[in-house]
């Protein structure tokens, strides 16, 4: 892959992240909820731009990323418990409750276990993909389990004000199905993406 393609790639990327920042910062459901939701996608940029240079990663989980981070940033934008197309879905199938939030748990299992294989793989860290996948599945359900602690931390500090964050909507199993979708996602990507990330794991 040439350096023109690589810096293109990368300008492109950026300016998909910025648009989609952009607009979520537009007149959010409300500023603290909108900065507790997005601060994951703030962090994940910076995270890559002090790797870029000494440990690029795949086109793969470059994409996987800001996948991930527009979901946050659609989630910041409403709170996870209104965003319209899923309020839309609820009508239509007769929903109990507003499931974005689920999505963004499915996601959050998916993305982390594809960046997790890479790190395990370029770095060598362990060696048989049974035991590799075995973590990684590890690694995406302790993450979540951490998110579940991170708004319970919240909840406790804000009381009323974290209402939108946690995105319950009265839903008592609420943590538990969180968890679940994030297992689900992480043995999902590893199931369906494993030998397109090894194709260009090669290449780079």
């Known amino acids: 892959m040439s350096q023109r393609r690589i810096t293109a790639g990368a300008i492109l990327w950026l300016a998909v992240y910025c648009v989609a920042l952009a607009w979520s910062a537009w007149r959010p459901h409300d500023w603290p909820t909108w900065f507790l939701e997005v601060a994951p996608a703030l962090a994940g940029l910076a995270a890559l731009a002090a790797t870029r240079r000494r440990f690029p990663l795949t086109t793969l989980v470059y994409a996987l990323i800001l996948l991930h981070c527009i979901v946050l940033m659609v989630g910041g934008h409403y709170t996870y418990a209104k965003v319209p197309l899923f309020d839309d879905l609820k009508e239509a199938f007769h929903l109990q409750r507003n499931n974005y939030d689920k999505l963004g748990h499915f996601v959050q299992g998916f993305v982390p276990a594809m960046i997790a294989r890479e790190i395990l793989i370029r770095l060598r860290v362990i060696n048989g ?61 590893l199931l369906t993406l494993s030998r397109w990330h090894d194709r260009q794991l090669e290449r780079l």
């Open 129 to 189: 993909a049974r035991w590799r996948n075995f973590l990684i599945v590890c690694f995406c359900l302790a993450l979540s389990a951490f998110y579940e602690l991170i708004e319970w931390w919240v909840a406790v500090f804000s009381g009323e004000g974290a209402t939108a964050f946690l995105g319950t909507q009265g839903y008592v199993w609420d943590t538990q199905s969180d968890m679940f979708l994030a297992l689900i996602g992480a043995v999902a990507a």
